[in-house]
């Protein structure tokens, strides 16, 4: 069974950091994309990041260039979102999710919520 | 940036009764491949979004075949054709043809 679940949330103050994980089983996840996606509540889906399966090859939206960086770990069948100078809208649900470009995101974590306020 | 636009914004439908909403995008999702990456997901209340169609028409695995998809270059339609009590929650289109990748803004279904 496709397991995909988030840690590493939380609440946190407006400039600081956080590191999210996202830790797979049940499939090889080495040969997939990996992408994450965020939903602020009560809104609707953003694409945020993906990955391609060796990690060379990485896409951002454009509100989080800069800021975000996505990476993995083939050897622990982990995904990273790494968020520096946080700010209020980025206050959401983060999703990691199983897929890259084309017919993506066929599996999904539970999410994991960030809270930025001070 | 392609823009995907979905309507109507909610959907009042009734048990047992068919459904359907639109996704316009902004340009063609037609990839070089051959290949047309439109997605649609569900989201249920409380819960993590779900795929139910992949490349405009194919259904995933486990999704009832009441839900089906058509359409083609920038215009594409999600279909209900009995609506039921669970099918309750957001839908979502998502291309997956040109990077950024994007979503619509989603359709909110509700039982009248």
């Known amino acids: 069974e496709v397991q995909l679940v988030e840690s590493g949330g939380g609440l946190v103050q407006p400039g600081e950091s956080l590191r999210l994980s996202c830790t797979a089983s049940g499939f090889i ?44 770990d083939n050897a622990k069948n982990s995904l990273f ?16 999710a199983r897929g890259g470009p084309g017919s993506t995101c066929d599996y999904w974590g539970q999410g994991i919520l960030v809270t930025v306020s001070s | 940036d392609v823009v995907m636009t979905q309507s109507p ?20 999702l037609l990839h070089s491949n051959g290949n047309t990456y439109l997605n649609w997901f569900q989201q249920r209340p409380g ?37 039921e009590a669970e099918d309750v929650g957001f839908y979502y289109c998502m291309q997956g043809t040109h990077t950024p990748l994007t979503f619509g803004g989603g359709t909110k279904v509700e039982i009248k």
């Open chain 2, 47 to 83: 819960q993590s979004p779900r795929r139910l169609i992949y490349k405009v028409s194919d259904r995933d695995s486990g999704v009832p075949d009441r839900f089906s998809g058509s359409g083609s270059g920038t215009d594409f339609t999600l279909k209900i054709s009995r609506v």
């Open chain 1, 81 to 96: 979102l790494q968020i520096d100078s946080l700010r209020a809208e980025d206050t959401a649900f983060y999703y990691c």
């Open chain 1, 29 to 72: 996840f080495n040969i997939y994309w990996m992408t994450w996606v965020r939903q602020a509540p009560g809104k609707g889906l953003e694409w945020v990041a993906n990955i391609q399966q060796d990690g060379d090859e990485k896409y951002y939206a454009d509100s989080v260039k800069g800021r975000f960086t996505i990476s993995r």
């Open chain 2, 9 to 28: 914004l909610f959907l009042p439908v009734t048990l047992g009764q068919p459904a359907s909403m639109s996704c316009r995008s902004s340009q063609s």
